[in-house]
């Protein structure tokens, strides 16, 4: 039988990874809505409006499950840990509240002139509209990421009768781990749009072989992509950095360093064993995990004997290599594929199921790098503040396992019809336009 403790932490981790689904694509969804916006205004062409209408569509979906999921997250600050707010709600309370007024006030409000103001209002007020949604989107992840990044990296506060009170917001908003974390984020759900929209679009070029209203939108994304993987390598290794400075215990777990190592190699593969405390059938290469985080052969980095507390290591040691997995395989794929665009090369039957079968490789990505960074912070909820256990309620488990059961059941149905929904979009009946390598020359038109 679970305890009230880890069905309350199986519970907020359901909620959290069917919730972060939905920003990761409308953060960077918004600023290709931009994009494709622009386009239309300044070439006249009635491919990128159509693009621009189908992809709103898409992002009107995603944005009402994001609301939707997130309220019910944020109620379990109360129902599953009442110790969170009790101690830290002092900083949680008004960062929170400063991204539900973004999501509620500013995107909400110019989403419904995105949907419903093309014939009510000027294109110019209809562009603008597109621009405040974008923005209001990063926005709103700023501020989640915030007090996220707060929880594993806390400074500007003091602690009196037990309780956190802030005493620089400056020093709590841009505490040491933030710019890392909201840059990391930012990057991973610009890849997780830019893979869906290839994906899409590669699923509509199998359907339509012929319309090509899908060669745009597909260059678009692979293109993005393309540029976007290079830089997350090099921000997640910046991010790699922090974390060794801030929470060396996180990197140890992530590595399988069980013992203090100069000159630690990298490990492609193994087993950690938490009873032997060591790892089984490892396969690494020598010296790459010191030169890597050290920048120096024999580097050292500190194992997680040299730590009271440590994470669980097998969720961080395999969580982490899914990510660098498949984020290897992005960069292979939109280079592969942007090279064939760009030159205009035909894309054969196995290679746009090969993009299809990409088009949610960002969600993998992102909730393996979620998992590394937030079970990497166990036992603490706040870093050495407030210990995860020490938050959770007293209601019985049974109470809990109802709701989560509950909770499961509900996100399943959801998932399964938010995806076929796609897809049912991507296929209905497409308009006919040349294809790319017969474009016709572009119009200039004025906004």
């Known amino acids: 039988m679970l305890d009230t403790l880890m069905l309350s932490r199986i519970q907020f981790a359901a909620n959290i990874s069917f919730h972060i689904l939905f920003p990761t694509i409308t953060i960077a969804l918004g600023w290709m809505l931009v994009f494709f916006k622009f386009r239309h205004n300044r070439t006249g062409e009635q491919i990128w409006l159509d693009t621009y209408y189908f992809w709103v569509k898409v992002f009107a979906l995603t944005f009402a499950l994001g609301v939707v999921s ?11 840990w009442p110790g969170f ?11 929170l509240g400063y991204e539900v007024m973004t999501a509620f006030f500013m995107e909400a409000t110019f989403l419904g002139i995105m949907l419903f103001g093309k014939n009510r209002v000027p294109n110019w007020v209809h562009t603008l509209a597109t621009l405040l949604v974008a923005i209001g989107t990063t926005i709103s992840a700023f501020w989640i990421l915030v007090l996220n990044s707060w929880m594993h990296t806390p400074t500007g506060f003091e602690i009196i009768d037990g309780v956190v009170h802030p005493t620089s917001w400056f020093e709590v908003i841009f505490n040491p781990s933030m ?16 893979f869906l929209i290839a994906g899409i679009s590669a699923y509509q070029k199998l359907k339509s072989p012929k319309s090509g209203v899908s060669d745009k939108p597909l260059k678009v994304g692979i293109t993005a992509a393309a540029i976007l993987i290079p830089l997350q390598i090099f921000v997640g290794d910046m991010h790699g950095l922090n974390t060794l400075e801030h929470q060396p215990q996180k990197i140890a777990a992530m590595e399988g360093v069980w013992e203090t190592e100069q000159g630690a190699p990298l490990l492609l593969f193994a087993v950690p064993n938490e009873e032997t405390r060591s790892n089984d059938f490892e396969v690494g290469i020598p010296n790459l995990a010191s030169l890597i985080l050290t920048h120096q052969l024999d580097g050292e980095i500190k194992g997680l004997e040299s730590f009271d507390y440590h994470p669980p290591v097998k969720p961080l040691f395999f969580g982490f290599r899914v990510m660098v997995g498949v984020g290897v395989l992005m960069l292979a794929v939109s280079w592969f594929t942007a090279y064939r665009v760009w030159r205009n090369q035909p894309m054969p039957k196995w290679h746009l199921i090969g993009l299809v079968a990409m088009t949610f490789s960002g969600w993998v990505a992102t909730l393996s790098g979620w998992y590394v960074t937030e079970i990497g912070r166990q036992p603490w909820l706040v870093q050495g503040v407030l210990k995860t256990a020490d938050a959770v309620t007293r209601v019985a488990s049974s109470n809990v396992g109802i709701s989560l059961t509950i909770y499961l059941t509900l996100y399943a149905v959801l998932m399964v019809a938010y995806i076929r929904t796609l897809f049912f979009l991507a296929k209905k009946r497409l308009p006919e336009y040349q294809s790319d390598n017969h474009a016709q020359p572009e119009k200039e038109v004025s906004a």
């Open 179 to 194: 710019p890392y974390r909201l840059s990391h984020m930012l990057l991973a759900s610009g890849l997780t749009a830019s």
């Open 85 to 95: 707010m009790e101690k830290v709600g002092n900083i949680a309370g008004p960062l």
């Open 70 to 80: 997130g309220i019910t997250m944020s109620f379990q600050f109360g129902t599953n």
